[in-house]
């Protein structure tokens, strides 16, 4: 009685042990595109709340479809988002408004935890260049972070929306502005992510050879075809993306971990309700911690050996 007591318990140690390495080992990326989000959005309590617990499961997120003209959309999410979740400390950056016309305009924001990552560089992506005139609706807003608890370190993001008639170019120049910041930041570590539209009507499977970002070496498409990432029932289409740049960032990336977060199925919450907060699902992956292999070793021999333990004495 008292020794399988003690293998209970020693059980139970052994799966909170596994479960606290594997909790720790997990820091995740997302890309969310938030579908018009803005004062309207901000004023409704719901929303918000669906946004806050979703935002608080990533160390950084990829906001995109921002359009908060009055400024006060993003600080208020903020606070919540800080309110919500006291273990960690949020902060965000954001792009200018870019788009090409007055009318129209959306910002990328990163929402990031600076007890996990520091960002260490920004860069926005120039309108014109000499040989690529204004390829893009919204230019890149692309940030460096550290994250010393990652096995790698220190990593790019760049984030695009594309714009649904153009896909295929955008992506395509993409592909320059991965070389640029290779070549500025001295760095290999890419990830680019973010609703790229890349896919059913918007990037016809006879263009993707055009596509540089398809077609390059090194690079590695993490969200599987097929894939839905859209909330309406009536579609299926891999539209969010994330890609990484070099074995190293691919190694460095929990196999399989990339997949969109289905927040109806999760918060029960009816399609109505879900298309309120936005008709994308965010996409997600999750990098290695820096003692991914040693610290799990290290709890499952620890268990073996007292599980042997147990056996010896009791
Ligand atoms: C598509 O790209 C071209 C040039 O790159 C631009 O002139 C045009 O306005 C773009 N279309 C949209 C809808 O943004
Ligand atoms: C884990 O171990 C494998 C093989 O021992 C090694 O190839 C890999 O790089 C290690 N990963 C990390 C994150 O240390």
Redo the contacts with the bound molecule.
Sequence with gaps: MRSSSLLLLLFLTFLVGVCEVQGASDFRICAFNLHHFGDSKSKKSNVMHTLTRIIARCDVCLLQEVRDTQGKAVPLLLSRLNRYDAQHDYKAVASERLGRSSSYQEQYVFVYRTDTATLTGQYQYPDDRPGDVDAFSREPFVVRFKAPKT?IKEFVLIPQHTTPTNTTKELDALYDVLEQVKTMWKTQNVMLLGDFNADCGYLAKKNRKKVRLITGKSLYWLIPEKTDTTVRLSTSCTYDRIVVHGERFA??IVPLSASPFNFQLEYRLTEEQALEVSDHYPVEVLL???????SFNAATSMSLYLFLLSHFFF
């Design positions: 096995d190694r460095a290695k911690d820096n003692a991914y292999n040693v």
